[in-house]
């Protein structure tokens, strides 16, 4: 289960579902778009999601059920918490909507991905960017050295890789944003359309991680590892981004490269049989839109991997930007047609 739904959570979960209004949908199209008031995917929860997403939701709400009926009880014996009573009451409007993460590609939503769609994306599995400055060439040298400790420790433990990866690959899009959301207040001025690509890169990521943990189980030992590669990260990337933020993207482009590989080999040994192949988990099916008839580990893989790809080709163009000294992404939008009406 994921951690923002834990069972804590749930019987407030339960209450917004109950408490939304049938207009819902309407608000959705006027904050979305109107591409989304013809979208029957976009409903019950008045946000943009999927089908699956929400019925996702709404089994975690109904998954419950036993808990709360015994919560009940004990109520009625007990007597009804005048604070929690109070807590509940006064939820403003703005909570009473669960909000499930949006995916990355726009056309996830459209229709239900079987193995041949995603097999069937141009990723550029081998795809690598050549450096060219000393600071990219940097860049890439210390990606390739962090990979060779984890090489060692994890071997072919791909799915306790994958934890690991993503742990840290959840960090730069949010570190990122946070330091551009500053620069925005101090500066008065808006971002340029960066920060919301960078917390949706966050939150991704964390995505991924949600959906590895219902996969695979790392032991006590090997999560403490992991948050402390998280933290020293976390500290080091922080401080290279207000140094130097191209250089920073340039790091996580070539992140994603290693990222790519890694679920590449990962595909590998399951089509090898060395790791079962196994249904795939309902958090996957939700978020990424995938048959829930046939969707297993490795069509998670493969839509991990897409990702990733995209990650790889937004920070390296992140970079790009910063050095040519062009990272107001609204000037270039003027040329499109879903240019927006307003900066932020």
Do not use: C
């Not at 959301?181 to 008065?188: E, N, Y």
């Not at 959906?211 to 990260?233: D, N, S």
């Amino acid at each position: 289960m994921p951690a923002a739904l834990t069972s804590s959570s749930l019987p407030l979960l339960r209450s917004a579902v109950g408490s939304l209004h049938p207009t819902s949908a309407v608000a959705s199209a006027a904050i979305y778009g109107s591409r989304l008031a013809t979208n029957s995917q976009t409903r019950s929860f008045g946000i943009k999601t999927t089908l699956k997403a929400q019925e996702y939701i709404s089994k975690l709400v109904k998954k419950d059920k036993t808990q709360s009926k015994e919560a009940e009880d004990d109520m009625q014996i007990k007597g009804p918490s005048p604070v929690k009573d109070r807590i509940l009451n006064e939820m403003p409007p703005e909570l009473r909507t669960p909000i499930f993460p949006e995916p990355m590609r726009p056309d996830t939503m459209d229709h239900t991905w079987k193995t041949s769609d995603l097999e069937s994306l141009d990723i550029g599995a081998t795809k690598h960017r050549i450096p060219d400055l000393i600071s990219d060439k940097i860049a890439l040298w210390a990606v390739k050295n962090a990979r060779k400790p984890t090489d060692i420790f994890f071997r072919n433990k791909y799915l306790h890789r994958s934890v690991m990866l993503e742990v840290v690959a959840a960090v730069p899009g949010m570190v990122g944003a946070l330091i551009r959301h500053i620069k925005s207040l101090q500066g008065m001025r808006h971002d340029g359309g960066w920060i919301g690509h960078l917390l949706h890169e966050a939150e991704n990521e964390r995505m991924h991680l949600m959906t590895w943990m219902e996969v695979g189980k790392p032991v006590l030992w090997e999560r403490a590892l992991i948050a402390t590669v998280q933290t020293g990260f976390f500290a080091v990337f922080s401080l290279l981004y207000m140094v130097s933020p191209r250089t920073a993207h340039r790091v996580v482009g070539y992140l994603e490269e290693e990222a790519v590989t890694s679920y590449t080999h990962f595909i590998n040994e399951i089509d090898a049989g060395r790791i079962e192949n196994v249904k795939a988990p309902e958090i996957a099916i939700a978020y990424w839109n995938l048959d829930p008839e046939t969707a297993t580990l490795r069509d998670v893989v493969l839509a991990v991997r897409a990702d990733e790809a995209l990650h790889r080709d937004t920070n390296h163009h992140f970079s790009d930007r910063i050095l040519a000294k062009r990272e107001s992404l609204f000037e270039d939008m003027e040329h499109l047609e879903n240019k927006p009406h307003i900066r932020y």
